[in-house]
Protein backbone atom coordinates (compact mmCIF):
# COMPACT_ATOMS: atom_id res chain seq x y z
CA UNK A 1 0.00 0.00 0.00
CA UNK A 2 0.75 3.40 0.13
CA UNK A 3 3.85 5.21 1.66
CA UNK A 4 2.28 7.32 3.85
CA UNK A 5 4.12 10.72 5.25
CA UNK A 6 2.23 11.76 8.73
CA UNK A 7 0.53 9.92 11.94
CA UNK A 8 -2.71 8.99 11.71
CA UNK A 9 -5.54 11.31 13.84
CA UNK A 10 -8.82 11.12 14.93
CA UNK A 11 -9.52 7.97 14.15
CA UNK A 12 -8.98 5.93 17.48
CA UNK A 13 -12.65 5.04 18.05
CA UNK A 14 -12.66 3.11 13.88
CA UNK A 15 -9.21 1.28 14.78
CA UNK A 16 -10.29 -0.10 17.85
CA UNK A 17 -13.12 -1.41 15.98
CA UNK A 18 -11.26 -3.17 13.44
CA UNK A 19 -8.99 -4.69 16.57
CA UNK A 20 -12.17 -6.18 18.19
CA UNK A 21 -13.21 -7.67 14.78
CA UNK A 22 -9.68 -8.83 14.97
CA UNK A 23 -9.85 -9.87 18.29
CA UNK A 24 -13.13 -12.01 17.61
CA UNK A 25 -11.53 -13.59 14.41
CA UNK A 26 -8.33 -14.77 16.41
CA UNK A 27 -10.85 -16.75 18.53
CA UNK A 28 -12.53 -18.22 15.85
CA UNK A 29 -15.67 -16.09 14.55
CA UNK A 30 -14.86 -15.27 11.24
CA UNK A 31 -15.93 -11.08 10.82
CA UNK A 32 -16.36 -9.10 7.55
CA UNK A 33 -15.75 -5.28 7.96
CA UNK A 34 -16.92 -2.96 5.75
CA UNK A 35 -15.06 0.48 6.08
CA UNK A 36 -17.22 3.30 3.73
CA UNK A 37 -16.56 6.90 2.98
CA UNK A 38 -16.70 9.49 0.30
CA UNK A 39 -13.10 10.12 -1.75
CA UNK A 40 -9.88 11.14 0.33
CA UNK A 41 -11.54 10.73 3.56
CA UNK A 42 -8.59 8.64 4.71
CA UNK A 43 -10.16 4.61 4.12
CA UNK A 44 -6.92 3.34 2.71
CA UNK A 45 -5.04 5.06 5.35
CA UNK A 46 -7.36 3.56 8.49
CA UNK A 47 -6.98 -0.32 6.78
CA UNK A 48 -2.82 0.64 6.38
CA UNK A 49 -2.54 1.45 10.08
CA UNK A 50 -4.65 -1.22 11.06
CA UNK A 51 -2.95 -3.66 9.29
CA UNK A 52 0.91 -2.12 10.44
CA UNK A 53 -0.42 -2.86 13.76
CA UNK A 54 -1.46 -6.15 13.49
CA UNK A 55 1.04 -7.35 11.20
CA UNK A 56 2.39 -9.96 13.49
CA UNK A 57 -0.78 -11.19 14.44
CA UNK A 58 -2.37 -12.33 11.20
CA UNK A 59 -1.43 -13.07 7.64
CA UNK A 60 -2.81 -10.33 5.71
CA UNK A 61 -3.67 -10.28 1.87
CA UNK A 62 -4.82 -7.49 0.06
CA UNK A 63 -6.43 -6.95 -3.33
CA UNK A 64 -7.51 -3.72 -4.94
CA UNK A 65 -10.49 -3.05 -7.68
CA UNK A 66 -9.54 -0.95 -10.47
CA UNK A 67 -11.43 1.49 -12.10
CA UNK A 68 -11.37 0.25 -15.79
CA UNK A 69 -14.77 2.47 -16.67
CA UNK A 70 -16.70 -0.40 -16.46
CA UNK A 71 -14.52 -3.05 -19.10
CA UNK A 72 -12.68 -4.44 -16.02
CA UNK A 73 -11.23 -7.30 -15.74
CA UNK A 74 -12.90 -10.78 -13.96
CA UNK A 75 -11.39 -11.23 -10.66
CA UNK A 76 -8.65 -8.40 -10.31
CA UNK A 77 -8.72 -8.19 -6.58
CA UNK A 78 -8.93 -11.62 -5.88
CA UNK A 79 -5.94 -12.71 -7.82
CA UNK A 80 -3.91 -9.81 -6.41
CA UNK A 81 -5.22 -11.08 -2.94
CA UNK A 82 -4.61 -14.63 -3.22
CA UNK A 83 -1.68 -14.82 -5.53
CA UNK A 84 1.07 -14.95 -2.75
CA UNK A 85 -0.75 -17.82 -0.78
CA UNK A 86 -1.77 -19.95 -3.95
CA UNK A 87 1.90 -19.85 -5.31
CA UNK A 88 3.23 -20.67 -1.62
CA UNK A 89 1.79 -23.69 -1.40
CA UNK A 90 3.93 -25.06 -4.28
CA UNK A 91 3.56 -28.79 -4.93
CA UNK A 92 1.21 -29.57 -1.90
CA UNK A 93 -1.56 -27.23 -3.42
CA UNK A 94 -3.16 -29.67 -4.94
CA UNK A 95 -3.43 -31.62 -1.53
CA UNK A 96 -5.01 -28.71 0.16
CA UNK A 97 -7.77 -27.76 -2.66
CA UNK A 98 -8.43 -31.02 -4.41
CA UNK A 99 -7.84 -31.61 -8.17
CA UNK A 100 -10.64 -30.07 -9.16
CA UNK A 101 -9.84 -26.69 -7.00
CA UNK A 102 -6.31 -26.86 -8.11
CA UNK A 103 -7.22 -27.10 -11.87
CA UNK A 104 -9.75 -23.78 -10.80
CA UNK A 105 -6.99 -22.04 -9.37
CA UNK A 106 -4.39 -22.51 -12.48
CA UNK A 107 -6.95 -20.76 -14.35
CA UNK A 108 -6.69 -17.83 -12.33
CA UNK A 109 -3.00 -18.32 -11.41
CA UNK A 110 -1.12 -19.46 -14.94
CA UNK A 111 2.13 -20.07 -12.72
CA UNK A 112 0.73 -22.73 -11.26
CA UNK A 113 0.62 -24.64 -14.78
CA UNK A 114 -1.75 -25.14 -17.55
CA UNK A 115 -5.15 -25.52 -16.46
CA UNK A 116 -6.94 -27.54 -20.11
CA UNK A 117 -9.85 -27.60 -20.02
CA UNK A 118 -11.79 -24.34 -18.14
CA UNK A 119 -13.29 -25.00 -14.31
CA UNK A 120 -16.71 -23.90 -13.98
CA UNK A 121 -16.69 -20.72 -11.25
CA UNK A 122 -18.24 -23.04 -8.65
CA UNK A 123 -15.24 -25.22 -8.27
CA UNK A 124 -12.88 -21.85 -8.11
CA UNK A 125 -15.25 -20.53 -4.84
CA UNK A 126 -14.75 -23.69 -3.26
CA UNK A 127 -10.79 -23.76 -3.92
CA UNK A 128 -10.75 -19.87 -2.73
CA UNK A 129 -12.36 -21.11 0.43
CA UNK A 130 -10.22 -24.04 0.80
CA UNK A 131 -7.35 -22.01 0.61
CA UNK A 132 -8.29 -19.20 2.93
CA UNK A 133 -9.52 -21.86 4.95
CA UNK A 134 -5.81 -23.51 5.17
CA UNK A 135 -3.97 -20.57 5.96
CA UNK A 136 -6.12 -19.78 8.64
CA UNK A 137 -5.75 -23.07 10.44
CA UNK A 138 -1.77 -21.46 10.94
CA UNK A 139 -2.64 -17.81 11.94
CA UNK A 140 -5.78 -15.54 11.18
CA UNK A 141 -6.17 -14.33 8.28
CA UNK A 142 -6.92 -10.50 7.34
CA UNK A 143 -8.33 -10.68 3.41
CA UNK A 144 -8.44 -6.83 2.22
CA UNK A 145 -10.54 -5.84 -1.30
CA UNK A 146 -10.07 -2.28 -1.15
CA UNK A 147 -12.20 -0.02 -3.90
CA UNK A 148 -15.30 -2.17 -3.50
CA UNK A 149 -17.03 0.67 -5.86
CA UNK A 150 -14.94 -0.52 -8.58
CA UNK A 151 -15.21 -4.08 -8.40
CA UNK A 152 -15.63 -6.74 -11.12
CA UNK A 153 -18.44 -9.31 -10.90
CA UNK A 154 -16.54 -12.52 -11.22
CA UNK A 155 -14.76 -10.79 -7.50
CA UNK A 156 -17.58 -9.76 -5.89
CA UNK A 157 -19.31 -13.58 -6.55
CA UNK A 158 -15.75 -14.80 -4.47
CA UNK A 159 -16.52 -12.69 -1.90
CA UNK A 160 -20.34 -13.27 -1.97
CA UNK A 161 -19.39 -16.72 -1.65
CA UNK A 162 -17.11 -16.45 0.93
CA UNK A 163 -18.95 -15.05 3.06
CA UNK A 164 -21.69 -17.53 3.43
CA UNK A 165 -19.18 -20.28 3.41
CA UNK A 166 -16.71 -19.33 5.82
CA UNK A 167 -18.26 -19.80 8.50
CA UNK A 168 -16.06 -21.18 11.47
CA UNK A 169 -12.33 -20.37 9.51
CA UNK A 170 -10.40 -17.19 11.43
CA UNK A 171 -10.88 -15.00 8.18
CA UNK A 172 -11.33 -11.06 8.84
CA UNK A 173 -12.48 -9.75 5.16
CA UNK A 174 -11.46 -6.30 5.31
CA UNK A 175 -13.56 -4.45 2.34
CA UNK A 176 -13.43 -0.64 1.74
CA UNK A 177 -15.96 1.49 -0.66
CA UNK A 178 -16.67 5.02 -1.36
CA UNK A 179 -20.54 4.80 -0.41
CA UNK A 180 -21.48 8.12 -2.17
CA UNK A 181 -20.47 5.82 -5.14
CA UNK A 182 -22.93 2.41 -4.92
CA UNK A 183 -26.30 3.83 -5.83
CA UNK A 184 -28.99 2.19 -6.65
CA UNK A 185 -27.85 -0.82 -9.28
CA UNK A 186 -24.45 -0.09 -8.59
CA UNK A 187 -23.24 -4.02 -9.05
CA UNK A 188 -22.01 -3.64 -5.49
CA UNK A 189 -25.38 -2.99 -3.76
CA UNK A 190 -26.73 -6.20 -3.04
CA UNK A 191 -23.41 -7.46 -1.70
CA UNK A 192 -23.65 -4.73 0.96
CA UNK A 193 -27.36 -5.35 1.59
CA UNK A 194 -26.68 -8.86 2.76
CA UNK A 195 -24.00 -7.70 5.05
CA UNK A 196 -25.96 -5.32 6.52
CA UNK A 197 -28.80 -8.35 8.09
CA UNK A 198 -25.41 -10.57 8.44
CA UNK A 199 -24.38 -10.25 12.06
CA UNK A 200 -20.97 -11.33 11.44
CA UNK A 201 -20.33 -8.43 9.53
CA UNK A 202 -19.71 -4.66 10.63
CA UNK A 203 -19.75 -1.17 8.71
CA UNK A 204 -17.54 1.65 9.85
CA UNK A 205 -18.12 4.76 8.27
CA UNK A 206 -15.61 7.43 8.29
CA UNK A 207 -16.71 10.70 9.07
CA UNK A 208 -15.45 13.68 7.91
CA UNK A 209 -12.83 15.17 10.70
CA UNK A 210 -14.05 17.92 13.45
CA UNK A 211 -12.14 21.03 14.24
CA UNK A 212 -9.87 19.08 16.43
CA UNK A 213 -9.27 16.40 14.01
CA UNK A 214 -8.37 19.16 11.60
CA UNK A 215 -6.03 21.29 13.91
CA UNK A 216 -4.76 17.40 14.63
CA UNK A 217 -3.76 16.70 10.63
CA UNK A 218 -2.51 20.64 10.27
CA UNK A 219 0.07 19.96 13.46
CA UNK A 220 0.83 16.80 11.76
CA UNK A 221 1.84 17.96 8.42
CA UNK A 222 3.70 21.10 9.01
CA UNK A 223 5.02 20.01 12.74
CA UNK A 224 3.44 23.01 14.63
CA UNK A 225 0.26 23.88 16.42
CA UNK A 226 -1.66 25.96 13.83
CA UNK A 227 -3.61 29.26 15.11
CA UNK A 228 -7.12 28.79 15.86
CA UNK A 229 -8.09 31.30 12.86
CA UNK A 230 -5.97 29.27 10.39
CA UNK A 231 -7.50 26.31 11.36
CA UNK A 232 -11.39 27.41 10.99
CA UNK A 233 -10.68 28.89 7.30
CA UNK A 234 -9.15 25.07 6.43
CA UNK A 235 -12.26 23.20 7.79
CA UNK A 236 -14.72 25.87 6.21
CA UNK A 237 -12.27 25.50 3.00
CA UNK A 238 -11.94 21.35 3.33
CA UNK A 239 -15.04 20.29 4.83
CA UNK A 240 -12.82 17.87 7.58
CA UNK A 241 -11.56 15.78 4.35
CA UNK A 242 -8.27 14.72 5.17
CA UNK A 243 -6.57 14.71 1.53
CA UNK A 244 -8.23 17.68 0.76
CA UNK A 245 -6.60 18.81 3.84
CA UNK A 246 -3.00 17.44 3.14
CA UNK A 247 -3.11 18.87 -0.21
CA UNK A 248 -3.61 22.30 1.06
CA UNK A 249 -1.57 22.60 3.59
CA UNK A 250 1.21 21.05 1.24
CA UNK A 251 0.89 23.21 -1.57
CA UNK A 252 3.44 26.05 -1.63
CA UNK A 253 1.33 28.61 -2.61
CA UNK A 254 0.91 29.94 0.94
CA UNK A 255 4.02 30.96 0.68
CA UNK A 256 5.59 33.78 -0.74
CA UNK A 257 5.75 34.36 -4.22
CA UNK A 258 3.57 31.40 -4.91
CA UNK A 259 0.79 30.97 -7.25
CA UNK A 260 -2.69 31.55 -6.01
CA UNK A 261 -4.99 29.20 -4.69
CA UNK A 262 -7.36 26.98 -6.91
CA UNK A 263 -10.92 28.15 -7.36
CA UNK A 264 -12.52 24.86 -7.13
CA UNK A 265 -12.01 21.33 -6.05
CA UNK A 266 -10.67 20.29 -9.72
CA UNK A 267 -8.38 22.50 -10.12
CA UNK A 268 -7.16 22.19 -6.89
CA UNK A 269 -6.67 18.50 -7.84
CA UNK A 270 -4.81 19.93 -11.11
CA UNK A 271 -2.21 22.58 -9.18
CA UNK A 272 0.73 20.38 -9.07
CA UNK A 273 -0.14 18.55 -12.64
CA UNK A 274 -0.57 22.53 -14.01
CA UNK A 275 2.95 23.20 -12.77
CA UNK A 276 4.29 20.92 -14.88
CA UNK A 277 6.30 21.00 -18.21
CA UNK A 278 4.42 20.16 -20.91
CA UNK A 279 6.29 16.87 -21.71
CA UNK A 280 5.30 15.80 -18.38
CA UNK A 281 1.44 16.98 -18.54
CA UNK A 282 1.42 14.81 -21.94
CA UNK A 283 3.01 11.93 -19.93
CA UNK A 284 0.24 11.91 -17.02
CA UNK A 285 -2.61 12.60 -19.39
CA UNK A 286 -1.78 9.53 -21.10
CA UNK A 287 -1.41 7.88 -17.75
CA UNK A 288 -4.82 8.93 -16.47
CA UNK A 289 -5.81 7.26 -19.47
CA UNK A 290 -3.54 4.45 -19.24
CA UNK A 291 -4.98 3.26 -15.71
CA UNK A 292 -4.44 3.05 -11.97
CA UNK A 293 -0.95 1.99 -12.98
CA UNK A 294 1.10 1.38 -15.72
CA UNK A 295 4.54 -0.17 -17.07
CA UNK A 296 7.38 2.09 -18.04
CA UNK A 297 7.95 0.25 -20.84
CA UNK A 298 4.31 -0.03 -22.04
CA UNK A 299 4.10 3.75 -21.52
CA UNK A 300 7.25 4.50 -23.34
CA UNK A 301 5.62 2.09 -26.26
CA UNK A 302 2.46 4.50 -26.59
CA UNK A 303 4.53 7.27 -26.50
CA UNK A 304 6.40 6.40 -29.37
CA UNK A 305 9.82 7.72 -27.30
CA UNK A 306 13.24 5.57 -26.45
CA UNK A 307 12.47 4.56 -22.27
CA UNK A 308 15.46 6.89 -21.42
CA UNK A 309 13.75 10.18 -23.30
CA UNK A 310 10.86 10.02 -21.25
CA UNK A 311 12.56 9.36 -18.00
CA UNK A 312 13.40 13.24 -17.32
CA UNK A 313 9.73 13.98 -17.49
CA UNK A 314 8.68 11.21 -15.67
CA UNK A 315 11.13 12.16 -13.08
CA UNK A 316 9.75 15.44 -12.96
CA UNK A 317 5.79 14.26 -12.69
CA UNK A 318 7.28 11.96 -9.62
CA UNK A 319 9.15 14.68 -8.09
CA UNK A 320 6.27 16.99 -7.87
CA UNK A 321 4.06 14.35 -6.27
CA UNK A 322 1.72 13.87 -9.49
CA UNK A 323 2.79 10.45 -9.42
CA UNK A 324 4.13 7.50 -7.88
CA UNK A 325 6.93 5.28 -8.81
CA UNK A 326 6.24 1.52 -8.69
CA UNK A 327 8.20 -1.36 -9.03
CA UNK A 328 8.09 -1.54 -12.88
CA UNK A 329 5.31 1.46 -14.10
CA UNK A 330 3.96 4.62 -12.34
CA UNK A 331 0.76 5.32 -10.74
CA UNK A 332 -1.24 7.92 -9.70
CA UNK A 333 -0.72 9.48 -5.60
CA UNK A 334 -4.50 9.44 -5.12
CA UNK A 335 -7.33 8.04 -7.77
CA UNK A 336 -8.87 11.74 -7.29
CA UNK A 337 -6.06 12.93 -9.24
CA UNK A 338 -6.24 10.67 -11.93
CA UNK A 339 -9.91 11.55 -12.11
CA UNK A 340 -9.36 15.24 -12.61
CA UNK A 341 -6.41 14.73 -15.60
CA UNK A 342 -8.43 12.40 -17.24
CA UNK A 343 -11.43 14.98 -17.40
CA UNK A 344 -8.43 17.32 -19.10
CA UNK A 345 -7.96 14.74 -21.94
CA UNK A 346 -9.10 15.71 -25.42
CA UNK A 347 -11.10 13.09 -27.19
CA UNK A 348 -8.83 13.43 -29.88
CA UNK A 349 -5.54 12.88 -27.48
CA UNK A 350 -7.90 10.21 -25.94
CA UNK A 351 -8.75 8.16 -29.54
CA UNK A 352 -4.83 8.71 -30.00
CA UNK A 353 -3.35 7.43 -27.15
CA UNK A 354 -5.75 4.38 -26.91
CA UNK A 355 -5.48 3.28 -31.02
CA UNK A 356 -1.21 3.11 -29.78
CA UNK A 357 -2.30 1.30 -26.91
CA UNK A 358 -3.69 -1.44 -29.33
CA UNK A 359 -1.05 -1.26 -31.51
CA UNK A 360 1.69 -1.80 -28.42
CA UNK A 361 0.03 -4.54 -26.67
CA UNK A 362 -1.31 -7.89 -27.01
CA UNK A 363 -4.23 -8.82 -24.32
CA UNK A 364 -3.92 -7.38 -21.15
CA UNK A 365 -2.71 -9.50 -18.35
CA UNK A 366 -4.29 -9.34 -15.01
CA UNK A 367 -2.54 -8.66 -12.33
CA UNK A 368 1.03 -10.11 -13.08
CA UNK A 369 -0.59 -12.96 -15.11
CA UNK A 370 -2.36 -14.00 -18.36
CA UNK A 371 -6.08 -12.56 -18.44
CA UNK A 372 -8.21 -15.27 -17.04
CA UNK A 373 -11.20 -16.78 -18.85
CA UNK A 374 -14.65 -14.88 -18.70
CA UNK A 375 -16.97 -17.00 -16.38
CA UNK A 376 -20.34 -17.81 -17.07
CA UNK A 377 -21.16 -16.67 -13.78
CA UNK A 378 -19.75 -13.64 -13.74
CA UNK A 379 -23.21 -11.97 -13.92
CA UNK A 380 -23.94 -8.67 -16.04
CA UNK A 381 -20.98 -6.44 -17.07
CA UNK A 382 -20.38 -4.11 -14.32
CA UNK A 383 -21.84 -0.73 -14.36
CA UNK A 384 -19.92 2.19 -16.12
CA UNK A 385 -19.05 5.17 -14.33
CA UNK A 386 -21.53 6.96 -16.18
CA UNK A 387 -23.92 4.82 -15.00
CA UNK A 388 -23.54 4.51 -11.60
CA UNK A 389 -22.51 8.50 -11.22
CA UNK A 390 -25.74 10.71 -10.53
CA UNK A 391 -26.31 13.03 -13.85
CA UNK A 392 -25.56 16.84 -13.35
CA UNK A 393 -23.39 18.52 -10.59
CA UNK A 394 -25.41 16.39 -7.70
CA UNK A 395 -22.14 14.11 -7.40
CA UNK A 396 -20.35 17.11 -6.91
CA UNK A 397 -22.52 19.23 -4.71
CA UNK A 398 -22.04 15.83 -2.43
CA UNK A 399 -19.00 15.34 -3.12
CA UNK A 400 -16.97 18.55 -3.25
CA UNK A 401 -16.16 20.47 -0.52
CA UNK A 402 -16.58 24.31 -0.25
CA UNK A 403 -13.88 24.78 -2.38
CA UNK A 404 -15.29 27.98 -2.63
CA UNK A 405 -11.78 29.68 -2.09
CA UNK A 406 -8.94 31.65 -3.94
CA UNK A 407 -5.58 32.03 -2.10
CA UNK A 408 -4.07 35.22 -2.28
CA UNK A 409 -0.20 35.57 -2.31
CA UNK A 410 0.73 35.57 0.95
CA UNK A 411 3.52 36.10 3.86
CA UNK A 412 4.73 32.92 5.07
CA UNK A 413 4.39 32.16 8.87
CA UNK A 414 7.45 31.07 10.67
CA UNK A 415 5.57 28.55 12.54
CA UNK A 416 3.41 27.39 9.79
CA UNK A 417 3.60 27.02 6.09
CA UNK A 418 -0.24 27.85 5.88
CA UNK A 419 -0.30 30.44 7.93
CA UNK A 420 -2.42 32.76 6.13
CA UNK A 421 -5.54 31.25 5.82
CA UNK A 422 -7.43 33.70 7.07
CA UNK A 423 -6.62 36.01 4.46
CA UNK A 424 -8.30 33.73 1.53
CA UNK A 425 -11.47 34.70 0.49
CA UNK A 426 -14.31 32.88 -0.76
CA UNK A 427 -15.77 32.62 -4.27
CA UNK A 428 -18.51 30.24 -5.66
CA UNK A 429 -17.67 26.69 -6.17
CA UNK A 430 -16.32 25.50 -9.51
CA UNK A 431 -17.28 22.19 -10.61
CA UNK A 432 -15.57 19.56 -12.17
CA UNK A 433 -18.59 17.91 -13.73
CA UNK A 434 -19.83 20.88 -15.38
CA UNK A 435 -17.34 21.47 -17.46
CA UNK A 436 -17.50 20.19 -21.02
CA UNK A 437 -14.31 17.51 -20.28
CA UNK A 438 -16.62 16.39 -17.38
CA UNK A 439 -19.73 16.36 -19.23
CA UNK A 440 -17.62 13.62 -21.83
CA UNK A 441 -15.61 12.12 -19.31
CA UNK A 442 -19.13 10.58 -18.18
CA UNK A 443 -20.00 8.87 -21.19
CA UNK A 444 -16.55 7.96 -22.35
CA UNK A 445 -15.04 4.62 -21.04
CA UNK A 446 -11.53 4.44 -20.28
CA UNK A 447 -10.11 1.80 -22.47
CA UNK A 448 -9.49 -1.57 -20.64
CA UNK A 449 -6.68 -2.09 -23.46
CA UNK A 450 -3.34 -1.49 -20.77
CA UNK A 451 -1.83 -3.56 -18.57
CA UNK A 452 -2.96 -2.84 -15.52
CA UNK A 453 -2.23 -4.57 -12.21
CA UNK A 454 -3.63 -4.38 -8.21
CA UNK A 455 -1.35 -1.96 -6.42
CA UNK A 456 -0.87 -3.42 -3.15
N1 LIG B 1 -6.94 10.36 9.86
C1 LIG B 1 -5.90 10.70 9.07
N2 LIG B 1 -4.74 11.11 9.60
C2 LIG B 1 -3.70 11.47 8.82
N3 LIG B 1 -3.73 11.44 7.47
C3 LIG B 1 -4.85 11.00 6.89
C4 LIG B 1 -5.99 10.61 7.65
N4 LIG B 1 -6.96 10.23 6.81
C5 LIG B 1 -6.44 10.36 5.58
N5 LIG B 1 -5.19 10.83 5.62
C6 LIG B 1 -4.36 11.12 4.45
O1 LIG B 1 -5.21 11.68 3.45
C7 LIG B 1 -4.88 11.16 2.17
C8 LIG B 1 -6.11 10.48 1.57
O2 LIG B 1 -6.42 9.34 2.34
P1 LIG B 1 -6.80 7.94 1.66
O3 LIG B 1 -6.69 6.91 2.73
O4 LIG B 1 -6.00 7.72 0.43
O5 LIG B 1 -8.30 8.22 1.27
P2 LIG B 1 -9.34 7.23 0.60
O6 LIG B 1 -8.73 5.86 0.57
O7 LIG B 1 -10.55 7.30 1.48
O8 LIG B 1 -9.62 7.81 -0.76
C9 LIG B 1 -3.72 10.20 2.36
O9 LIG B 1 -2.52 10.86 2.05
C10 LIG B 1 -3.78 9.86 3.84
O10 LIG B 1 -2.50 9.52 4.37
MG1 LIG C 1 -8.27 4.57 -0.97
Known sequence: MRPHTVDLVARDTELAELAAALSEVAAGEPRTVVVGGEAGIGKT?????????????????????????????????????LRPLAIEHGDELRAVVGAGGHRALQGLFPQLG?????AAPGGLHEAIALLLEA??????????????????????????????????????????????????????????????????????????????????????????????????????????????????????????????????????????YERLSEEAQRIARHLAVGGVEVDHDLLAAVLRAEPDDIEPAIREAVASGVILATETGYCFRHAL?????????????????????????????????????????????????AARSPPGCARCARRAPR?????????????????????????????????????RRRICATPATWSVRSRC
Do not use: K
Open 403 to 439: WATRRRRSTPSARSRCGTWSTIRRRPAACPASSSWGA
Open 114 to 118: DAGAP
Open 337 to 385: VREAILDDVLPGERERCTSATRSSTRPAPVAGGRSPRPSPTTGPAPATR
Open 45 to 81: RLVTEFLERHAREARVLVGRCVDLGGAGEAYTSIAGA
Open 135 to 272: AAADAPVVLVIEDLHWVDPASLAVLRFLTRALTDARVLLLVSFRSDEIGRGHVARPFLAELARDRRARRVELARLDRRGTRLLMQALTGAPPAEAEVDALLERTDGVPFYIEELVDLDGCRDGAPQLPEGLRELLLVR
